[in-house]
């Protein structure tokens, strides 16, 4: 049996073989990185200065803080999921979970609705500003369901 111990005519087709895939093993982690880079940037939200984002997916509503002080809210409205969502801020004394519900429409009633964003597109953003005196809200996604499925945060406003 002859062992291989220097060079011989397989070792530099061998070579000419793997030097493509050594390419793509190190560019397909550069290309990766380089999407992940370019991404949109996820909108930043200042407490301070009375801002809140709200993350909305399937199901869920998420706001970066759960309390804000009365005056000027701005709501950045970002949505995160694969659906289009909405926003919408009403002031009620009830439960988040506990808005009454249109059979027919299969939408929450928006009784003391402040404002709202419809439609929010899959990776978009859009800002809401509101003038929000003291008192107790609940901020909803009122696409048919989305309510009932969990698409729901409390906010108090101090």
């Not at 999407?35 to 909305?56: F, L, N, S, Y």
Request: one cysteine or more.
């Amino acid at each position: 049996m002859r062992r291989w111990y220097g060079r011989s005519a397989r070792a530099p087709r061998a070579a000419a073989i793997l030097a493509p895939i050594r390419g793509i093993t190190f560019a397909i982690p550069l290309a990766t990185l380089a999407v992940v880079a370019c991404a949109a940037p996820v909108p930043e939200a200042d407490i301070t200065k009375g801002q809140i984002r709200a993350d909305m997916r399937e199901y869920a509503m998420g706001l970066t803080s759960a309390e804000v002080r009365g005056g000027t809210v701005t709501f950045i409205a970002r949505n995160a999921g694969s659906t289009v969502h909405d926003l919408v801020v009403i002031r009620t004394d009830l439960a988040p979970d506990m808005l009454p519900v249109d059979a027919q429409t299969q939408k929450a009633k928006e009784d003391g609705k402040q404002g709202a964003v419809d439609q929010i597109a899959p990776g978009k953003s859009a800002n809401l500003r509101l003038e929000l005196p003291s008192g107790a809200y609940v901020v909803i996604c009122n696409v048919p369901t989305h309510y009932q499925l969990g698409m729901r945060s409390a906010l108090t406003v101090k």
